[in-house]
């Protein structure tokens, strides 16, 4: 896989607020990349750098191959953003809204309608399009905005916090669309989120704090570094833990137990054979590896 | 071209459907019906029929054309410069709401987003204007008509320039503005302030010899004349031609402001044509370069 986004030591200074420094790294063509963060880490302001919202103090971008300070036009076209709020027009028909944005790449007529209707099946708006969009549930208005980034058939798709506030069901619907459009038309997801579930399904995680680059990698790498594995262990008695010697909490009906990682989980139950009648090993989870990162806790929007 | 007309096809929807920006735009022509409903009517009334030289007494469809044609030419004066500034509202509630951000991620230009909104803006404005005009014609003909032909072109024709003349003055300070306190803090100033200092609510003639002075040097005031005059030449011909003295009717277009004088040296009508034409060209000239000029938010 080639690198879509390359970005080396970019830096970005409001006064003297340094909101992203020197910060380098690569997005493949058609991943899922995730870039986490706590608010105010320099998430925003790299995206808005990226779009062409904003310039950059030093450093140097390519976006499949462009460089957005002077191919921007280029780069906008291959883009699709979906922003933390909705930003369409909420007097405006869902229909009208589609028909405006869709304009603005030249897509107007038979071919904007044809588009919208693939996007209509895809994403049920159907009954959506005569609507007012001021007038739409949480859920239904972010399918819309959803359906505005993909209008152009984007190579790269910014996703920031889209899921944040979602029911279930318009969060699994949205991320099944996702999966599909990455699958069939190998486009590159860009996310920033606050669900580190999400993040866990990323092919590749950043994790910025203060504007700075805290730690990278896949899930598995970040976890394997920064959290350790555990032990469910069912139908035995405290007392038989305890005589593990290792650190454990107790759950319902079982116990969990903490060790460093798989290699010394193997070892311990290859050593009480006796004991592990019934057990599952476990990674730690993305959350694990934010806090250790960070010292915080994302969860749903708010850092603890 | 399919960019361009597909956003002023939006803008132009927002607005009618903003129920919000489109109400308040029609505050100052209703705070002027009020005004002239309830007592400045009567005080033009009694003021003119005061002033007349005895023993002559003119009909009461003449003074009541004579009070109607300045009504609707404040409201019109007026009209097409606070509809202007409201209608353009749009381009700083994009900024304030963020849908500025979804515009700007396409391959659009800056440039065609700020074609859009003038030209927007332009369409918004003249068809609430017109229709505006169209409905104080049918007032002027229930209360007593004296225009010609040439009086109602001339005085659309004045609707369309102060229009671009508000189209583009609000371009120009709405680029500045960002936010939702701005546009209600402008929008009350512009509603309040506009009707005073173009000469809508009173004549330009009953103010101090300073503020007079001032107020010459203000362009929109040279259109509020023009709209004045073809909306009352008419009627005041008519009152000539009923025996009013040639003296009266000069003194009477002093009080209306039909006659403007800059420095003590009278504005001749072609010359506001000039004015109000320079001017929305220079205005326009200048949103140009804004907009060239403006570069990416720092």
């Known amino acids: 896989m080639q690198d879509i986004i390359r970005i080396d030591h970019l830096s970005k200074s409001f006064g003297d607020v340094k909101a992203v420094r020197d910060l380098s790294f690569r997005v493949k063509e058609g991943e899922l990349f995730a870039f986490l963060g706590v608010n105010g880490a320099g998430k925003s302001t790299t995206i808005n750098i990226l779009c062409g919202q904003l310039s950059k103090d030093s450093g140097s971008i390519r976006i499949d191959g462009a460089d957005p300070d002077r191919n921007a036009d280029q780069i906008k076209r291959g883009l699709g953003v979906v922003f933390q709020t909705s930003v369409l027009d909420s007097a405006l028909s869902v229909r009208d809204n589609l028909e405006s944005r869709a304009a603005l790449y030249e897509i107007t007529g038979a071919e904007f309608r044809s588009r919208v209707a693939e996007l209509s099946e895809l994403l049920e708006l159907d009954e959506l399009l005569g609507r007012a969009v001021g007038k739409l549930s949480g859920g239904q208005r972010r399918r819309v905005d959803i359906a505005r980034a993909l209008l152009h058939r984007p190579k790269i798709l910014i996703l920031d916090e889209p899921t944040t506030g979602l029911d279930p069901q318009t969060r699994k619907l949205l991320w099944n669309v996702i999966a599909r459009l990455r699958k069939e038309e190998n486009m590159t997801v860009f996310l920033t989120t606050h669900y580190m579930e999400e993040a866990a399904d990323a092919d590749y995680v950043v994790i910025i704090d203060s504007g700075k680059i805290s730690a990278e990698g896949t899930p598995l790498e970040l976890k394997n570094a920064y959290s350790g594995d555990f032990i469910t262990i069912y139908g035995i008695d405290e007392d038989t833990v305890k005589s593990l010697g290792t650190d454990y909490e107790r759950l319902r009906d079982a116990y969990r137990l903490s060790v460093p990682d798989t290699r010394a989980a193997t070892e311990l139950i290859v050593k009480h054979p006796e004991i592990f009648c019934d057990y599952e090993i476990m990674k730690g989870k993305m959350d694990d590896v934010f806090l250790a990162v960070t010292g915080r806790k994302l969860t749903g929007g708010d850092e603890q | ?298």
């Open chain 2, 1 to 298: 071209m399919k960019v361009v007309s597909a956003l002023i096809k939006r803008n132009v929807k927002l607005f009618f459907k903003d129920k919000g920006m489109f109400f308040t735009s029609l505050i100052t022509p209703a705070i002027l019906l009020v005004l002239y409903a309830t007592f400045l009517g009567n005080v033009y009334r009694d003021s003119f029929t005061a002033n007349l030289p005895e023993g002559l007494n003119l009909s009461e469809k003449l003074i009541d054309g004579l009070v109607g044609s300045q009504l609707i030419s404040s409201i019109l004066a007026v009209s097409c410069v606070t509809v202007a500034f409201c209608s353009n509202f749009l381009m700083v509630q994009d900024k304030a709401n963020g849908t500025v951000k979804d515009l700007r991620i396409s391959p659009v230009k800056p440039s065609l987003l700020s074609l859009s909104y003038y030209i927007s803006t332009l369409i918004s404005t003249l068809v609430i204007c017109f229709t505006a005009a169209a409905l104080c014609l049918v007032y002027t003909a229930s209360v007593g008509w004296y225009l010609s032909v040439s009086d109602v072109f001339l005085l659309l024709a004045d609707v369309l320039l102060l229009v671009l003349f508000g189209t583009a003055l609000s371009s120009i300070i709405n680029t500045f503005l960002s936010s939702q306190g701005q546009i209600s803090a402008v929008g009350t100033i512009v509603s309040a302030g506009y009707g005073f200092i173009c000469g809508a609510y009173m004549p330009i003639s009953s103010f101090g010899d300073g503020l007079q002075k001032v107020i010459a040097f203000l362009p929109g005031t040279y259109g509020t004349s023009l709209v004045r005059n073809h909306s009352m030449q008419g009627v005041l011909g008519a009152m000539q031609e009923q025996g009013v003295p040639s003296e009266v009717i000069h003194e009477l277009k002093d009080v209306l402001d039909c006659n403007l004088y800059f420095f003590g040296t009278k504005v001749a009508v072609p010359v506001m044509y000039v004015i109000l034409g320079v001017t929305v060209a220079a205005l326009i000239g200048i949103y140009v370069m804004l907009n060239i000029l403006k570069k990416k938010d720092r």
